[in-house]
């Protein structure tokens, strides 16, 4: 140490933290669940069946504890989600009591209001269906299971992010976010997203998700599945892929790092059928989460900003 | 130099975790340096990297830019300039870490009082062939009023000084002098090299005549909020030069819990046996709760036991600052979202007036008489301005706070005054010298809901006492 020391103890360098990381990630996101709640008239949860919403979901059972978690789930479905995790959703759901609403793209898709595109993707029919179910539940603050290590665009969004009667985000015009104060003020009309994991990362969720000993579809572990090459992506044929001519499937052991759209999401090979398993690979991965399973944000550098400008998650 | 270090990602069960802020400008080598810091902790990942490669190619640059790792918007990458505060992610087996990445250019003292309110450690970088900058002067001046525990001078670009000792010295001495005046006890200057890798994640061997620590040894190394810092601080301000865990303890005085929601499952309750249970439900702002402490309410004033302390893993017998927690007291007394639990003997008076330290954060002036809500804790209280006292300007010669203070009466975007309130409710809010929970708050805007400001509280009479704000 030089002259112009820092006050650092030596013994409390040795110690066990106090406070481990996932300690004070869990109470950042309990904090922040009952903030939006204590100031929302009508809160919602959105819930995929996906390992981030399972996380917040449990956040929420704690952060109400002995109470049940006081608000609605709402779930946007495309149509072209597995079934394994529409299965567990309904089974999360009906485990903790409580009340979930769908939206569809099918209905949207079915009276014309929406129009499918021409690549059978879906992610971005969500956000029409997202914005209506906000406004015709009225719901004022909307939780979401997005984090900031995802994605550029969402590492310079706040943790409360107003929307406004767009559902649009302006990421020019945020407001400053200090301390450990949230502003959930908002206009009749706008509402505010809400996402209490910011802090974490894909890590982070897994061992928590580990030490909390949570349930999640199967589809994040190892199994055997048909699946074909696009892209360099593993893709599991579906109704709404279409393959094409020079495509084949093959048996191959794959997991689901991400599980949405099935015609955009792709597996990766992988031999992890535990939790631990998981952890390992995912500590030793050289690839980010969306990079390697979304196509939808490799169209192009600001593809999730563009999303997020439209109101999409 | 080698910088292959194998390092493994932490174990976020048991380590703890970080958050520190970066301030400087591109020209200062700060997104070199952020960059450096994640390369060298093995923290970008191989397509992320890849895409770096790709576009500083297509803009005709040698080496990889890093700072496109964090310039995440549209308008930042066809600017090329970093608009917004960034947060990064990374470990190292020792510790996580949480990167709040300052931009300099635009809107400067928004992302820089930002990132510092809740970093345990900030990282101000210097251009060694030119010293200490008008800038260097505002970051440290941003640490002093945000109490940031711990500053970390990077002096960097001493490649092109062939690595001399002399002119960092010097350096080193000029911020020592100048943060002492600013009332700043934990600063460290460290001679780096972004661009090469000296003394950031690596010591360096063509600094010899440097024992000290690397920047990430610091980072490493220096107490954060939840391995108990807060008390390290309080036994500091006893005088205590290197507070022991031992010293730590015995500062510790009372705690501070904003009361977040009012537990009362009744029909909600997960089980029969809850259906009576009343709880306040909170995170820990200060100190240890424990069982049996006696508690004052505020602003009431009322006063009880704490009867229990809940998680839905289980009852504790204390709870430390950081904690989600559920209180329940000995008696039936009504408490609200906003009402502030303290240790009964330590607790702070409420108040219908305090001033404070403001940096305003939007376009439209703040004047006396104008009319803000104050969000303290989990309290939104009606306030009016009663005067605006000064503007704080960094080049006034005199070194501490209370001698930057110029003449002004009304701030403008990016300002930082001083500003008396008169609030329509009495608010427990405190000294942020000593209570950096409870003495911060931001303004917020009646109408619109937006945030205008964020305030630090002074003691309520300055210059007079023991509690004065005085030059820090």
């Known amino acids: 140490m030089s002259e112009a020391s820092v006050t650092t103890d030596p013994a409390s360098t040795h110690v066990p933290a106090r406070m481990s990381t996932l300690d004070a990630l869990e109470a950042e996101g309990i904090h922040i669940i009952r903030e939006a709640v204590g100031t929302a008239r009508k809160p919602v949860l959105l819930f995929s069946g996906g390992k981030d919403s399972v996380v917040v979901l449990h956040l929420a059972t704690k952060a109400f504890w002995p109470g049940k978690v006081p608000f609605e789930l709402m779930h946007v479905d495309t149509g072209h989600n597995f079934d394994e995790v529409i299965e567990f959703r309904d089974r999360t759901v009906e485990r903790l009591g409580l009340r979930l609403q769908v939206m569809k793209v099918q209905d949207y898709i079915d009276d014309e209001r929406l129009r499918e595109r021409p690549d059978g993707t879906r992610n971005q029919l969500q956000t029409v269906p997202l914005l209506d179910g906000i406004t015709q539940h009225k719901y004022d603050v909307v939780f979401g299971g997005a984090r900031r290590d995802e994605e550029k665009a969402r590492a310079k969004e706040r943790v409360v992010s107003l929307r406004d009667e767009f559902g649009a985000w302006d990421p020019r015009n945020q407001r400053p976010e200090l301390w450990n104060l949230y502003n959930p003020r908002h206009l009749p009309g706008q509402h505010v997203r809400v996402f209490p994991i910011s802090n974490w990362t894909e890590l982070d969720v897994w061992r928590y998700i580990e030490r909390e000993n949570l349930d999640l579809p199967s589809l994040y572990y190892s199994h055997d599945r048909e699946v074909f090459k696009r892209d360099g992506m593993w893709l599991s044929p579906h109704p709404a892929v279409k393959m094409r001519d020079d495509e084949r499937t093959e048996t191959r052991s794959v997991r689901y790092r991400t599980v949405g759209d099935a015609s955009c999401t792709g597996a990766v090979e992988s031999p992890a059928t535990s939790i631990s398993d998981v952890i390992a690979e995912v500590a030793s991965t050289r690839i980010t989460e969306r990079g390697a399973t979304r196509a939808d944000d490799r169209v192009s550098e600001a593809a999730m900003e563009d999303r997020k400008k439209e109101g999409y998650f | ?472």
């Open chain 2, 1 to 472: 130099m080698s910088t292959d270090i194998a390092y493994e990602a932490a174990d976020s069960r048991v380590t703890s975790l970080l958050r520190f802020a970066t301030a400087g400008s591109v020209d200062d080598g700060k997104s070199t340096l952020v960059g450096r810091l994640l390369h060298d902790t093995k923290s970008i990942l191989a397509d992320a990297y890849e895409a770096v490669e790709r576009v500083s190619r297509d803009r005709g640059l040698e080496a990889p830019d890093l700072a496109l790792l964090t310039d995440g918007l549209r308008a930042e990458r066809e600017q090329g300039i970093t608009i917004d505060v960034a947060y990064r992610y990374f470990s190292t087996p020792k510790r996580t870490f949480i990167l709040a990445d300052c931009p300099g250019h635009v809107q400067y003292t928004r992302n820089a009082v930002t990132g510092a309110s809740t970093a345990d450690a900030l990282v101000v970088l210097i251009d060694a062939r030119f010293g200490v900058v008008e800038q260097t002067k505002r970051h440290l001046a941003v640490a002093a009023l945000l109490r940031v525990p711990h500053v970390i001078v990077a002096v960097n670009k001493i490649d092109l000084l062939d690595y001399a000792q002399g002119p960092f010295r010097h350096i080193e001495r000029h911020v020592q002098s100048h943060a002492e005046s600013l009332g700043l006890t934990n600063v460290i200057s460290i001679p780096v090299s972004a661009l090469e890798g000296d003394n950031v994640a690596v010591a360096s061997t063509r600094t010899s005549w440097y024992e000290g620590p690397t920047v990430l040894d610091v980072l490493e190394t220096v107490p954060s909020i939840d391995d108990g810092a807060d008390l390290y601080g309080a036994a500091h301000k006893r005088g205590v030069k290197h507070p022991t865990a031992q010293d730590a303890a015995d500062a510790e005085t009372g705690w501070r819990f904003p009361v977040q929601l009012v537990l009362r499952p009744q029909d909600g309750a997960i089980s029969p046996e809850y259906r009576e249970y009343r709880g306040y439900g909170g995170q820990v702002a200060e100190g240890t709760v424990r069982v049996g402490d006696p508690v004052t309410v505020l602003p009431s004033g009322r006063t009880s036991t704490i009867a229990g302390i809940d998680t839905s893993t289980g009852a504790l017998d204390e709870a430390f600052t950081g904690q989600s927690v559920a209180l329940r007291l000995s008696d039936e007394i009504d408490i609200a979202r906003g009402d502030l639990l303290a240790f009964g003997t330590d607790a702070p008076k409420a108040e219908r007036q305090f001033h404070a330290h403001v940096a305003w954060l939007t376009d439209r002036p703040l004047r006396v008489r104008d009319r803000v809500l104050v969000q303290h804790g989990t309290a939104m209280v009606q306030a009016m301005v009663t005067s605006i006292d000064g503007i704080l300007d960094i080049s006034l010669p005199g070194g501490t706070l209370d001698n930057s203070i110029a003449k002004g009466h009304e701030l403008l975007l990016n300002d930082i005054g001083v500003v008396s309130f008169q609030l329509a409710q009495p608010l427990a809010i405190e000294d942020y010298g000593r209570h950096r929970r409870t003495g911060a708050f931001c303004l917020i805007d009646p109408q619109d809901g937006n945030t205008l400001g964020a305030g630090t509280a002074r003691a309520q009479v300055p210059g007079s006492g023991e509690d004065a704000y005085v030059s820090i």
